[in-house]
Structure formats: structure tokens, C-alpha cells
């Protein structure tokens, strides 16, 4: 029996052995990275498959045809707006002349500083019934109508405005490229400048618009803070009051599911967008086009139209804020601001550091591995940036919680030991969550200055004995220290600006300045939260000035 049994377990050995040098270390890295994405889905998903009657038959009679109503109507509205306002100011800077373009090419980029819910609350504080400018108007003029500001179209023109940037920035840089040639094609056809933007131009840059918009819808199902500011419920407010008004956590994971296959949907019609982008144009002078000038009016009459858009987008709101800040800065600023403060750089720089070490690997297993299975697990792991936080706090805190569950029976039932919760209500629970949301935004930085090292420079470093490890740390780290630096950045940014996973998944009293603003406008308590909006504010200032000038080469 023991030899025949022995080269069994030999053989199961050698099994394991042999799969494990297939995968390679690289991709099995890459396959735990892509793990930490398929848990949290699959744990909101499974909840389909056990469904609870009395949970549904609530959401059915109670809430769930107002938030497909709400959420459809503001996707509708907010990707409607951002189509039109990006695309026209994106054709205006990218194609024409008037005065002040240049300026405007990179300062309509500048509201992407500004987070969604900060503009929200702005919008309220200055526009509500007792805000100074109704209060003004009513001294003014004794006029008591005036448009609420608390419903379905404040909510929309505030993302609009929040959000065009995202297609101003694609679409421009659509339009930038297709050059000269495609207006010379038009105008051979016979049609002037104008029609050659109806006709050729912009059916062209539709699958990056399309993407653009996407992205806009995106955003829009993933917005926490500023549908809260608004009172304003749409699937991802319903999860949250789900979870902490109903303290029902089966009741948040059916939603998050139906939100899931949402997502999904919009996914799959992302990609088809993408797999439509097949126009190119070949050598440099494709993105050298002379001009549109407009003269006279038309030149003022464009300005002007910028101009209101960067004032009420960025100028306004950021005005406001320093305002109030100085107004109230001296009797709100104390020592629990610093706590806020170093919570929120602690909570991004740890995001910040392991979302660059875990795109570092998922883009150095992309170089090493170019089969489909190796590029089926980056698109995987990097799927989390199209969940919206309230998804992924659910969809992380349940597994968490039944590993905690786990083992303190397994404490209790083999050591007789009795033991706390070790893992709930800790950072772990967070800072998975967040690794998870914004790994896209790391990799696409870090893989994009991947792409640039030819396979040259690695055949050249072996041939001189530099390979592995060794070829990371001498050769590619340095090439890469800038998409690293970029995409860590980026990744502290948006960690600095999000709310709903650290809202929910918060260990006891653990708030940061997001939550604090979340704390203070759900009392109505807009001047109080300028203090910890405007830190955030100037946290993304930097970067997005990085990115406008990189628009701009």
C-alpha cells in the first residue's frame, strides 16, 4: 500500500507544482488582485439567488419604482447635459479661435477639482429659500416664486455641471486629432465648416463621446453625497438608508445586486463604444488644422458662453466656500479638524501606496503574460471603478463579517476563547473596498508609460545578466517612476473625495473630511462645511492642473 499510495501523492504534488510554474508568480498575484474584485460582486449577486419575500415585497410596494424613476431620470438628464455642454465647448476650444481659447482649453477642466457634493451644497446654501440670493430677489423685487432649487432639475444642472469636464476632455482630444484632412474631405464634398462639423466631424468623434457619456452615467449611478445633499433618492441613497435607517443588510445587498446588473448593462454597451473606435488619421500633421476665426460677435458671443460655465462650474462655488471659510474658520477650526485632516491623508496614502504596488504587478503581469486569460484578469481587477461605493461597502462588509464570525466560533468552539470582532470596524474593511473602487485609476496611469518601454530594452538588459526582480528594479521602475507617481496621486485624489465606502464601512468615530461634510449638510449646515470642502477642494487642484496641461500638449 505505501508504494502504491506514494507516487499518488507525489503525483498531486507535482500537479499542484506544475500549475503553480504555469501560472507563473506574476499571474498569480494578478489572479488574487483580480479575487478581491469577484468577492464583493459575487456576494451582492448571490443575494439574488436567495432572495427574502417580505424584503422584496417592501422594495416592490415602497421603493423601488421611485428609485428606477429617479435614477433613470437624472442618467437621462445629467448625461443629456454633459452631451451638449462638453461636446460644444470641446468643438469651440478644439477647432475654433476667439477670445481667450487657450485660456479656456485647459480652465473648463478645472471643476473636476471640485467634488459633485460640494458643488451640491453650494448650489443649496446660495439658492435655497433662505439663502442670499432668494432673500436678495424678495427684497428686490417682492416676489415670492422662485424655482426650487431641492428637486429633480437642481440635482440634474448641479451634475452637469460637475461632471461635463468628463466629456469636454475626451471629446476634445477627439477632435484634436482628426486634423485637417477631415474638414478638407467635408468641404470636397461641398459643405462648409459647419456642416462639416454635423456631417463629418462629429459622427467621427461619436464612439469617444459615447465613452465620454458612459463615463458621465457612471458617476452618476456611483453619486452618494450629492443626491443626499438634494434629498434626492436614486439606488445608491437607497442602499445607503437601507442599511443604516432600516438596519437591514439584506435589504442593501438585494439593491446593490440590482444596481450590479445596471452597471453591467451600461459595461456592455461601453465596450461596444470602444470596439466602434477605429478612426485614426496617420503622422503628425493629422492634428494641425487651421483654425475657424470668429470674428466680431460670434468671438465675443462664444467667450461669453465659456465664460458663464467656468463662473457658475468653478469661480462661483470656490468663491463661496473661501467666504464662508473665513467667515466661520475661527470659531469651527479645532483640534477635531486635524484628527479629520490626518484621517483623510492616512486613509489615501495607504490606498494611494497599495493601489501602486497592486497596478504595479497587474501591469508587469500584462508585459510578461500577453495571452487572453492574463488580459481576462486586468480587465477584471479593474472593473471596481464602474462600482459604485455603496455596492462595494456592502459587497465587502458581508464576507468580512462572516470571516469575523467565523472565527470567533472556531476561538470559542476549539479554545474556549472568547474574542472580539478583529477584522469589522477596522481599516482592513475600508481599505479593501477603496483598493477595489479605484484600481483602474492607478493601473491606466502606470500600464499607459508601461506600454511606451519597447520589448527592445528588456532583450537588451538580459542580454546583460539583468532579469527578473532585478529587471523591475533597475530597468522598468525608473522608466515608470512618473506613471507611478501620476496614478498614485490620481488614487490619493479621488480616496481624499469619496464618501459613501467610508461613510459605511468607517470604523466607530474614525471620520474624515468627506464625512464631516456629509455630517454637516444633513443638518442644513452649508457655511460649516465650507472648512473641510474647501481642504478637499485644494487636494485637487494639483493634479487636475497636471492633467489640463497634459490636455493641452
Partial sequence: MDVSTTPIASSSGAGRLSVLRTLGPWRLVALLITLLVLVPISVVLSSLLNPEPEIWNHLVENVLADLAINTLWLIAGVASGTLVLGVSLAWLTAVCQFPGRRLFAWALLLPLAVPAYVTAFVAVGLLDFTGPLQTWWRAEFGLEQFPEIRSRGGVIAVMILAFYPYVYLIARNAFQTQGQRAMEAAQSLGLNRWGGFW?????MARPWIVGGVMLVVMECLADFGTVAVFNYDTFTSGIYKAWYSLFSLPAASQLASL???????????EQQARARMSYTQIGRGAAQQQRIQLHGWRGWLVTLYASVILLIAFIVPVMQLLLWTMEYALNDLDARYFQFLWHSLLLATLTAVAVGMTALVLAYAGRRHRDLPTRVLIRVSTMGYALPGPVLAVGTFIPIAWFDNLLIDTAQQWFNLEISQLLQGTLITMLLA???RFQAVGFSSIDGHMQRITTSVDDAARSLGCSGLNLLRRIHLPILSGGIFTGMMLVFVDVMKEMPITLMTRPFGWDTLAVRIFELTSEGEWQR???PAIAIVI???????LLTRHAER
Fill in 199 to 203: 456631417r463629418v466631424s462629429l459622427p
Fill in 259 to 269: 444596481l450590479v446588473i445596471i452597471v453591467f448593462a451600461i459595461l456592455l454597451l
Fill in 434 to 436: 477603496l483598493i477595489v
Fill in 529 to 531: 462645511a465650507a472648512l
Fill in 539 to 545: 487636494a485637487g487642484l494639483l493634479p487636475t492642473l
